[in-house]
């Protein structure tokens, strides 16, 4: 028996009326075509059909996704200084996570009116409700962290568990290394893009299995490598020209990968390689059933999906999938979840939709940061509890008579249906998840909406902290690590693109001349985005392969926007031939 029926019987209609047909994006204008299987969605999930494309969906997710931010706000009743990866100026307060963990937020609510648009009472309790500041699943050890797995003596590493690691974002099993996203058992390496178990290894992509190696690209098992492109069980290859041991030594003798200028003449020198013999797969997946999309392992009936391992099953367009997670549509980081939709890193979930930051949630509806709660609605900050709404406890018959009122009057207010409204997100847009794994250009968060603020509004960077007359510009950096003396160490450097200051550690600077890494120069937040864009993006495009002018479908590429992609039996045959 229904729970809402006045809901389910507006929106029957709704979705009775579905065809299959070209559809246009409402927002960013993209044209898709909506199959059965969308409508399918629609209906299991009695939800009403988006007017928004999947890939302008991902994007206005990831709004919520913090990306690579590290900012400092203030306790909300000491004012002492807090580092946090929700923005100030996006007005939401932060608490340590012990303390957040101890309170208890279900005194602080709103009385739901269901003649008022929706949001705008979330976002009067979101104002009022802390967050929790670092949001850490596991306790760093003497580390700068963020979203923590469980680092020791690392620093502004996000989403890792690594050990004397500098500036990483989703790093596990990693050691001593730098400037790393999305990898898996790096040592002693740095500048490393969606690759696993490397040792002593430096600016490498989609790569397996390396030693000693330096710019590679989609190579598997290679020692003592330099410039090498598609390239399996290789030694001494220098620019996709095999050498002999002599041949490369004596090559490699003359190049100071110390020196930045030198590192940079040879990124050159690899882009024109990569541009000239590179060949990009249609796809980076492995051993997949039924599925389609983008970084995916061991799935089984996946629907255009990204970035999604540990077997995920019956996913429809969903990112981050890890764990054993079955059923989902439209999640944007699903962990341990079935049957949920639309929720943003909500794990261990089930029957909940348009959910963020929340964890075991069981048929909960536009959740904000709450845990361990059984049906709910409109709830920021709950713990263990069941039929509230804004935070107000209700008995069941008077939780289940509202949401239905509530749910009516924002389906006649296209409210319903969609994700949570991009100004209510807490992130600095510009260097959010849109833009570091959705690729979205200044055009396309302009038209997704959201707070505008600069990176340094109320306090955010530190900027208030530091001593202007010590300031050094980035031009007047050393060129070679060997120059970079211990008189560099904490001293502000302004990165006027990012418009906001960075210092070296004493830390980083011993691990940059331990491994012999030139000093950089910019800011390390624009450092991570920059590299995360040497991959591809959530977000899919039609593509031609260059061999047989098959049609495939890929995923977006920020730095590579031309590159050579080869379906997969022509992909398979190069690599046959030429690796």
């Known amino acids: ?66 990306g690579y931010q590290f900012w400092w706000s203030k306790h909300p009743e000491t004012g002492k200084p807090v580092l946090t990866f929700h923005h100030p100026a996006s007005g939401i307060k932060v608490l340590p996570d012990v303390e957040w963990h101890a309170k208890d937020f279900s005194t ?48 502004f590493t996000f989403a890792c568990a690594a050990e004397r690691c500098f500036f990483a974002c989703g790093a596990f099993q990693a050691e001593g290394s730098s400037l790393m996203h999305l990898v898996h058992q790096i040592t002693d390496s740095h500048g490393i893009l969606k690759s696993q178990r490397l040792f002593r290894c430096r600016y490498v992509r989609e790569s397996l299995d390396c030693i000693d190696s330096t710019f590679l690209f989609d190579c598997r098992n290679c020692q003592n490598c330099f410039g090498a492109a598609n390239k399996r069980n290789r030694q001494y290859v220098f620019m996709n020209e095999q050498l002999t041991k002599a041949e490369y030594e004596q090559r490699m003798a003359g190049i100071d990968l110390g020196k930045r200028s030198v590192v940079e003449q040879y990124q050159k020198q690899f882009d024109e390689l990569l541009a000239k013999e590179g060949v990009w797969p249609e796809n980076f997946n492995v051993n997949i059933q039924d599925s389609s999309g983008e970084y995916l392992a061991n799935a089984v009936h996946c629907v255009e999906c990204f970035d999604s391992s540990d077997a995920p099953t019956n996913q429809y367009r969903c990112c981050w999938n890890y764990g054993v997670n079955d059923s989902n549509a439209y999640m944007w980081g699903s962990v341990d979840s079935t049957e949920c939709y639309m929720c943003v890193s909500s794990p261990n979930s089930n029957q909940s939709k348009f959910c963020y930051r929340s964890f075991r949630l069981d048929n909960c509806e536009f959740c904000m940061t709450c845990s361990d709660l059984r049906d709910c609605f409109g709830c920021i900050g709950l713990k263990k509890r069941q039929f509230c709404i804004f935070n107000k406890q209700y008995t069941e018959e008077e939780y289940w008579r509202l949401v239905d009122e509530i749910k009516c009057a924002m389906l006649d207010r296209a409210e319903y249906g969609n994700y949570l409204p991009t100004a209510l997100s807490s992130t600095f847009v510009p260097e959010s998840g849109a833009v570091v ?44 690590i060997d120059d970079l003396g211990d008189e560099w160490i904490g001293v502000p450097i302004y990165d006027e693109v990012s418009k906001r200051t960075f210092t070296y550690l004493r830390p980083e600077v011993e691990h940059y001349r331990r491994l012999r890494i030139a000093p950089p120069n910019i800011h390390f937040i624009r450092r991570i985005q920059e590299l995360s864009h040497s991959g591809q993006v959530a977000a899919f495009e039609h593509a031609t392969c260059s061999k047989c002018q098959t ?14 992609i080869f379906c997969r039996p022509c992909y398979n045959a190069f690599i046959e031939q030429q690796g």
């Not at 959201?450 to 050094?472: N, V």
């Not at 049609?551 to 050579?564: F, S, T």
């Open 108 to 155: 602080i609510t709103e009385n739901a009116d269901p003649s008022k648009p929706f949001f705008d009472q979330l976002r009067a309790l979101e104002l009022r409700v802390p967050f929790m500041a670092t949001f850490n699943r596991v306790e760093p050890e003497n580390s700068i962290t963020l979203f923590s797995f469980g680092d020791r003596q690392s620093y």
């Open 551 to 564: 049609d495939v479908i890929v995923a977006k590429n920020v730095r590579y926007p031309y590159r050579r």
């Open 437 to 480: 794994y959705g690729g979205a250009t200044e055009e396309q968060l302009r038209l997704l909406g959201g707070q505008i603020f600069e990176a340094d509004a109320e306090g955010a960077t530190g900027a208030d902290r530091i001593d202007p007359s010590k300031a050094r510009r980035r031009d007047e950096i050393p060129d070679a």
């Open 1 to 66: 028996m229904s729970k809402t029926p006045s809901f389910d019987s507006k929106l029957k209609p709704i979705l009775d009326a579905l065809q299959p047909g070209e559809q246009a994006c409402s927002i960013l204008g993209e044209k898709w075509q909506r199959d059965q299987k969308e409508i399918d969605v629609y209906c299991r999930f009695n939800v009403p059909p988006l007017t928004v494309s999947a890939n302008t969906l991902w994007k206005w997710m990831a709004y919520y996704d913090a």
